[in-house]
């Protein structure tokens, strides 16, 4: 007679999610899918080739990609090849990863939620960018004019396109 084993079902859930992330560049002649910069990969937990899924939050349309490390603390997120399609540069993105877990882990899980502003910079709980007052401690006062300016150039171009 045969003896039934118990078998330890593994469910997907929701490991992370970027919310609020706007396309920084998109290239349909490069190879590639998602670049994400290195800073807000780690916040997310998310690792090079990782799977994930893009949601245009203006369209909804939704994709799936493979994450690319982009140069830490850039803000990039861009999108690459044929995803490039999925989004234009200016939209409003959501990044999904998920994470196979067994019964008891998937019941405690808790998502960690990466919230970003419209520079791609890290939220804190009360809304202030991380990036901006870490870096305004660290940098000379040429290079925060700069990222400003670089900043303000992005918001008009979010802007025009809206």
């Given at each position: 007679?045969?003896?039934?084993?118990?078998t330890?079902?593994f469910?997907t859930?929701?490991?992370?999610?970027i919310s609020?992330?706007v396309?920084?560049?998109?290239?349909?002649?490069?190879?590639?899918?998602?670049?994400?910069?290195?800073?807000?990969m780690q916040?997310?937990?998310?690792?090079?080739?990782?799977?994930v899924?893009?949601?245009?939050?203006?369209?909804?349309a939704?994709?799936?990609?493979?994450?690319?490390?982009?140069e830490?603390?850039?803000?990039?997120?861009?999108?690459?090849?044929?995803?490039?399609?999925?989004?234009?540069?200016?939209?409003?993105?959501?990044?999904?990863?998920?994470?196979?877990?067994?019964?008891?882990?998937?019941?405690?899980?808790q998502?960690k939620?990466?919230?970003?502003?419209?520079?791609?910079?890290?939220l804190?709980?009360?809304?202030?960018?991380e990036?901006?007052?870490?870096?305004?401690?660290?940098?000379s006062?040429?290079?925060?004019?700069?990222?400003t300016?670089d900043?303000?150039?992005l918001?008009?171009?979010?802007?025009?396109?809206?």
């Open positions: 007679m045969h003896r039934l084993e118990e330890t079902m469910r859930m929701l490991k992370s999610r609020g992330a396309v920084t560049e998109t290239d349909l002649a490069e190879a590639g899918s998602l670049l994400v910069d290195e800073e807000l916040a997310a937990d998310l690792v090079s080739g990782e799977r899924t893009v949601v245009d939050l203006a369209t909804d939704r994709i799936e990609a493979h994450v690319i490390p982009a830490r603390g850039t803000g990039v997120v861009g999108l690459r090849g044929t995803q490039g399609h999925a989004a234009r540069h200016g939209d409003a993105i959501t990044v999904l990863s998920y994470g196979m877990m067994d019964g008891v882990e998937s019941v405690t899980h998502p939620t990466v919230r970003l502003d419209r520079r791609n910079r890290i804190t709980p009360d809304g202030e960018a990036r901006a007052t870490a870096e305004s401690d660290q940098t006062g040429a290079a925060v004019t700069a990222e300016s900043a303000a150039r918001d008009a171009l979010i802007q025009s396109e809206v």
